[in-house]
């Protein structure tokens, strides 16, 4: 159980492209879900918190007309790098929270979507 | 805001012998504490949690943590390691007011065979 998925797994774009990423909860619904960016040998630095049905939260400088987070349904949110540009090269990586009414205490993380921007 | 420490870069440890990966943590209220793992160009996978109870908890693949609230404390430990075990290692705290995770550095471990 808890397991989340995210596609596509890499992905090379031109510079000035829109690149979309994709984060499902498999087995379970999330109200709650979060977009993680992560450079080599570095820890994770929280992007933004994707709400069902509400406007994402973003950290203290993270552009969110640049990082497009669509949260459509309970088990489905998008992540959309506008624009790219070589300097968004990173590895991208979700997580949900299981439930609907809050109260759940464990994020289960996905994969992980490497990008590449030419 | 919460802030987790990893003091260490990189463990190394002979495989069969123990393993330990130090986490300490700064958080207002009562803490959630975290440990995952991370393989080479994968997600983080879930090791165990503590939320309240038993200060030592057992997760998966025989790791276990204890939690000293005192020494403000979540180090990872296994009783003897395997070469499979070499991996990035991330505590993670979150305060019981809102969601957000904040993760350590990571902690590289190396098991030598």
């Known amino acids: 159980g808890a397991v989340v998925s995210q596609h596509p797994s890499r992905v090379i774009c031109k510079s000035g492209t829109s690149v979309k990423i994709e984060c499902r909860s498999l087995?379970?619904?999330?109200?709650?879900m979060f977009w993680y960016r992560q450079f080599p040998k570095q820890s994770l630095m929280l992007m933004a918190t994707?709400?069902?049905?509400?406007?994402?939260?973003?950290e203290q400088g993270v552009e969110k007309d640049k990082f497009l987070i669509n949260h459509a349904s309970l088990t489905l949110s998008t992540l959309t790098v506008t624009s790219a540009h070589p300097e968004d090269s990173s590895f991208y990586i979700c997580?949900?929270?299981?439930?609907?009414?809050?109260?759940?205490?464990?994020?289960?993380f996905g994969p992980g979507t490497r990008l590449t921007v030419l | 805001a919460q802030s987790v420490a990893q003091p260490e870069d990189q463990v190394n440890v002979a495989e069969g012998n123990p393993l330990t990966v130090k986490c300490t943590y700064s958080?207002?209220?009562?803490?959630?504490l975290f440990w995952y793992v991370q393989y080479p160009n994968r997600g983080l996978q879930f090791l165990l949690k503590?939320?309240?109870?038993?200060?030592l908890v057992k997760g998966s693949y025989g790791f276990e943590a204890e939690f000293n609230k005192s020494q403000t404390s979540f180090h990872l430990k296994k009783p003897s390691a395997l070469v499979s075990d070499s991996a990035l290692y991330f505590c993670?705290?979150?305060?019981?007011?809102?969601?957000?995770?904040?993760f350590g550095k990571g902690n590289q471990v190396v098991v030598i065979p």
């Open positions: 994707s709400n069902e049905g509400s406007k994402a939260t973003y």
């Open positions: 997580s949900a929270l299981p439930g609907t009414s809050g109260g759940a205490d464990t994020q289960y």
């Open positions: 087995d379970f619904q999330a109200t709650t």
């Open positions: 503590y939320i309240t109870g038993d200060n």
């Open positions: 958080v207002s209220g009562n803490p959630y």
């Open positions: 993670a705290v979150r305060d019981r007011g809102n969601n957000r995770l904040a």
